[in-house]
């Protein structure tokens, strides 16, 4: 069984268009994120769900719509792609532990994403 | 804000040879730090983990101490080998309003050669 799986993992597409990433859990955790790794493998997390609601929201261009139907699933929407957003996209899953720690974060598989 | 840094690579090395990566960070209180190691063309997997000041975490070989007097997690491993190549990154995560939030260093390739 998949712990955090992502669909597509290959995605291909022309500037301009629109295209939406989806990621699901299967662990129970309350919290779902996005990162984004660049192509010298450096990576930066750019939104965060915490049980359905919008926790952490980077500087990322409003292009960027996450969206969650409920605390196993995190999409990502992208409006009107650039060359600039090829990367690898991750999602990853943890359970919050508030003030008290930290729980460790499951990543999926990744989505190579090559905008022409 | 919070940052890591993490030595320079690509690190070359001959099978059984001893690793060290050197990663240390900047955060204010009192993070959580992880190891995470990505296989060529997979999604990256916790390979370790501390959780306060002094704590060795270790799996498969590996083990980094948690240094809060030299804000340090240096990833080592007595013998590599070829299955061992990948990128490592060294990553710290906050609680409180960071909400658990990864901040990564820019990862060291390795690779192990027979």
């Known amino acids: 069984d998949t712990a955090v799986s992502q669909t597509p993992k290959y995605l291909v597409t022309q500037m301009g268009n629109d295209k939406s990433i989806k990621c699901e859990q299967n662990?129970?955790?309350?919290?779902m994120y996005w990162y984004k790794q660049d192509s010298k493998k450096f990576l930066k997390i750019m939104f965060s769900y915490n049980n359905k609601e919008l926790i952490i929201n980077e500087t990322v261009p409003n292009r960027f719509s996450p969206k969650s139907p409920d605390k196993a699933h995190l999409n990502l929407h992208i409006n009107s792609l650039e060359l600039g957003d090829s990367a690898v996209y991750f999602c990853a899953s943890s359970n919050y532990q508030g003030l008290s720690g930290v729980g460790s974060q499951y990543f999926g598989p990744g989505t190579r994403l090559l905008v022409l | 804000g919070n940052s890591v840094t993490q030595m320079e690579g690509p690190v070359t090395l001959s099978e059984e040879a001893f690793l060290t990566i050197n990663c240390t960070y900047t955060?204010?209180?009192?993070?959580?730090l992880f190891w995470y190691v990505q296989y060529p063309g997979e999604g990256l997997q916790l390979l370790l983990k501390?959780?306060?000041?002094?704590d060795k975490g270790s799996n498969k070989g590996f083990e980094a101490t948690y240094r809060k007097e030299t804000t340090s997690f240096h990833l080592e491993k007595g013998s590599v080998q070829v299955s061992d190549s990948a990128v490592y990154f060294c990553a710290l995560a906050a609680g409180g309003t960071s909400y658990g939030k990864l901040t990564f260093g820019q990862g060291t390739i390795l690779t192990v050669h027979p």
């Open positions: 501390a959780t306060k000041a002094d």
């Open positions: 955060a204010t209180g009192y993070p959580s």
């Open positions: 662990l129970g955790h309350d919290t």
